[in-house]
C-alpha cells in the first residue's frame, strides 16, 4: 500500500492590484459600454510577443492582463474624441456569425 503523504501548498503570488481610489480620466460624450469583452485578433511582431510572454510567466500575469494594462497606461493622458455617427453606426465587415447563417 501507498504511503499517506501530507503535502503543504504554498498560495501563487498575486499581481499588485491597483486601488479603485485612483483618478478616473473622464469620459467623452460617447459613454463606453461595459458589457461582454470584444475578441480582437492582430498581426504583432515576434520579439513583443516572446517578451510578453516570458514577463507575465516570472509575474505571473496573463497575456490578456499585460494588453489590457498597457492599453489603460497607453489611454491615460490622451484626449479620445468620439467617431462621428456616420462611421461608429457603419455596418460590420467580416464573417457573419454562425448562427446568422441558417
Known sequence: MAKERKFDFAPLPLPEVQQEDEPVVAQTTAEVVDGAPTKVTFDCDF??????????????????????ESLKLYFQDKEIRPRPDKIRNRTKVGRKPKSALV
Not at 47 to 68: A, F, R, S
Request: negative net charge.
Open 47 to 68: 520579439v513583443l510577443m516572446e517578451n510578453m510572454k516570458d514577463y507575465g510567466y516570472w509575474e505571473g500575469l496573463t497575456q490578456k492582463d499585460i494588453i489590457i
